[in-house]
């Protein structure tokens, strides 16, 4: 099987409070919560970039889609990683995720084999890394800076 990631999806405890934080604080483009006139329907989209969107879904209905009952959060066990194309852009994307809710986990640091990192978590709890890597091979996978 090849691998193909289309979407990642978030459970979130408030949909209207992650949509806030990722449209109005971190400024990514959605057409905001779809699906609202539907039982466990309600979800937000985010295109990432050609190909890959976030979602935001409520734990709820995430739970009920599997047919799981509701799990408490585990954040150490996922984490996403958002790469800059230049060191100094770890800090502004930092700084822009706090100033829209986020708790900084980790400042921004120098990382081994040179590159540069910090991390947030998001008002649900999600890890987010955000990185410069000045070796060629991470190169290609950079986008710019929020």
Not at 100 to 109: N, T
Not at 128 to 144: F, I, T
Request: glycine residues 10%.
């Amino acid at each position: 099987m090849k691998p193909h990631v289309s979407i990642i999806t978030l459970a979130v405890g408030n949909l209207e409070k992650s949509v806030r934080f990722y449209r109005d604080g971190l400024g990514w483009k959605t057409r905001g919560i779809v699906g609202a006139d539907y039982e466990y329907g309600a979800v937000a989209f985010f295109e990432l970039q050609p190909g890959l969107c976030l979602a935001l879904w409520p734990r709820e209905s995430l739970a009920h889609e599997i047919g799981i009952e509701i799990q408490p959060p585990a954040m150490t066990e996922f984490m996403l990683s958002h790469n800059v194309g230049e060191k100094a852009q770890v800090e502004q994307a930092l700084r822009l995720a706090e100033q829209a809710g986020a708790q900084i986990v980790q400042p921004a640091h120098d990382t081994l084999l040179g590159g540069h990192a910090g991390i947030f978590k998001d008002p649900d709890g999600h890890l987010w890394e955000v990185a410069w890597n000045p070796s060629p091979a991470a190169a290609s996978a950079e986008n710019p800076a929020p």
